[in-house]
């Protein structure tokens, strides 16, 4: 085996000095003595909430612009058609759910005007009642009956 100097130190590189902070007590006596101690702190750019605040009205802006108008609901004519021809039926919302195949609370949404319309199921609705539910005459028998000669 070859001897090893356990006792040499190699030194890669050395921390950089570090210069004394000078405190209050220390730079008034400093300045006693006559030699100047304190540095110039510059006033530029130190109020940098300024900048953040820009920023963040900035972002809000963009937020506000980018929003997403919600999804129109069942009107309320169209809601009180439905409960109206349900009532005149003789049905409640649970007969009604169960003769379009659908679940009792989609009917109690649709007549509490909560619903976001969707064309199938209101056309299975206006065939259960017989009544119009979309476009104009919203309420009126969907078949007119045509009068007999």
Do not use: C
């Not at 902070?21 to 006559?34: L, Y």
């Amino acid at each position: 085996m070859s001897e090893t100097n356990w006792d040499s130190v190699t030194v890669l590189r050395k921390a950089p000095a570090r210069q004394k902070k000078v405190t209050g007590s220390e730079a008034n006596d400093a300045m006693r003595m006559g030699f100047a101690t304190t540095e110039k702190r510059s006033l530029v750019a130190t109020n940098t909430s300024h900048h953040v605040n820009t920023d963040h009205q900035r972002i809000a802006k963009l937020d506000r612009e980018n929003d997403i108008a919600a999804p129109k609901k069942v009107s309320l004519t169209t809601s009180k058609a439905i409960q109206q021809a349900r009532q005149d039926k003789g049905m409640t919302q649970k007969d009604l759910a169960q003769k379009i195949n659908e679940k009792p609370s989609v009917i109690n949404e649709y007549e509490a005007g909560k619903a976001i319309p969707n064309q199938q199921t209101l056309g299975k609705l206006e065939r259960a009642l017989g009544v119009k539910l979309r476009g104009a005459n919203v309420g009126e028998p969907l078949h007119k009956s045509k009068p007999k000669k």
